[in-house]
């Protein structure tokens, strides 16, 4: 588990968001067509990790290790069976109505691919104004000026406001997702993959994004990646998560430029050049959207 946050001025400060002990299962069941006796698959067992207000937790490991099914579980969009998610010192594990709504407010999510949160039949505005609406209530030209400010700020034209996202490109479509995210004002925002559909000029593009949002807005990010070089370049502590575990937490530097355990050298040495792997954040080219 990655320490309790200090301030520069002294006590302990309240993580944005704690992770204590987390399992995640899946019921499923066996035989081929799903009709035998139900056997739960554990896909995370027993995480813990802390992020900082403000910070980024690069969460990195092998598909299929339990990245998304954590990312879920913080949302609470996959099944918890034990274990406690804290936002801000507030206990979410199980939280219904006003609390979960509360919740929405604070924590959002990016998916690798903008086409599963976006509606194919809903105009960019109608996207963007649908947790607005939902969670803060929003109407009339409240609701229209936030939805302009929101395009601004996630570096798109206020003629977009009237596309659908099938007439976008993918990295529109993905500050159109960044947008909808960010729409509430959340103090955590979880992206699985974000980049991860997009060409490499966007990618970076979409990066350099998040990390201006993040100093703008002072957002705290879990950054899910099976790209080293991506999480170098945007988070301040990294997780590698192994068969369910994390097996190694610590800064960047020490997990990517020393690295402790076997299957986190086996990662890196798995990128093809350390070179290419890229400079820490504050050293790429432009930060502005
Ligand atoms: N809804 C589900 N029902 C049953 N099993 C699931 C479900 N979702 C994920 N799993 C299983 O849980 C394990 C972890 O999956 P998860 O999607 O969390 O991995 P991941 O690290 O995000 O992988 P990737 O890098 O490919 O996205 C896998 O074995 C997967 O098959
Ligand atoms: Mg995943």
Redesign the pocket.
């Known amino acids: 588990m990655l320490g309790v946050c200090t301030p520069a001025g002294g006590g302990p400060m309240t993580p944005m968001l704690q992770v204590a002990d987390l399992v995640?299962e899946?019921?499923?069941r066996s035989g081929p067509f799903g009709r035998g006796r139900a056997t739960g698959?554990r896909?995370?067992d027993r995480v813990s990790f802390e992020i900082e207000p403000g910070r980024t937790l690069g969460l990195v490991?092998?598909?299929?290790?339990?990245?998304?099914?954590?990312?879920?579980a913080i949302l609470g969009i996959?099944p918890v069976s034990d274990g406690r998610i804290m936002i801000q010192g507030r206990d979410v594990t199980r939280v219904t109505g006003a609390l979960l709504r509360a919740k929405r407010r604070t924590a959002q999510m990016v998916f690798?691919q903008p086409t599963t949160s976006l509606d194919p039949r809903r105009t960019v505005a109608t996207s963007i104004s649908e947790p607005l609406v939902h969670l803060l209530h929003m109407r009339g030209r409240q609701l229209e000026a936030r939805v302009m400010e929101l395009l601004e700020l996630v570096g798109l034209e206020p003629e977009h406001a009237r596309r659908l996202p099938r007439e976008l490109s993918g990295g529109q479509r993905q500050r159109v997702a960044i947008a909808r995210a960010i729409a509430t004002s959340p103090s955590l925002v979880v992206c699985?993959?974000p980049t991860s559909s997009l060409d490499v000029s966007v990618q970076a593009q979409i990066i350099n994004l998040l990390v201006w949002l993040q100093s703008e807005l002072g957002i705290s990010y879990l950054f899910?990646s099976?790209d080293l070089g991506t999480v170098r370049q945007i988070a301040d502590t990294i997780a590698v998560?192994h068969l369910?575990g994390i097996v190694e937490a610590g800064s960047v530097e020490q997990v990517l430029d020393a690295p402790r355990h076997e299957y986190t050298k086996a990662l890196i040495a798995a990128v093809p050049s350390i070179d290419r792997i890229g400079a820490r954040r504050g050293t790429t080219n432009a930060i502005a959207p």
Request: charged share 20%; hydrophobic share 40%; net charge negative.
């Open positions: 995640v899946y019921a499923a698959v896909a995370v490991g092998e598909s299929g290790s339990g990245k998304t099914s954590v990312a879920r996959a690798q699985d993959e899910i099976h998560m369910g």
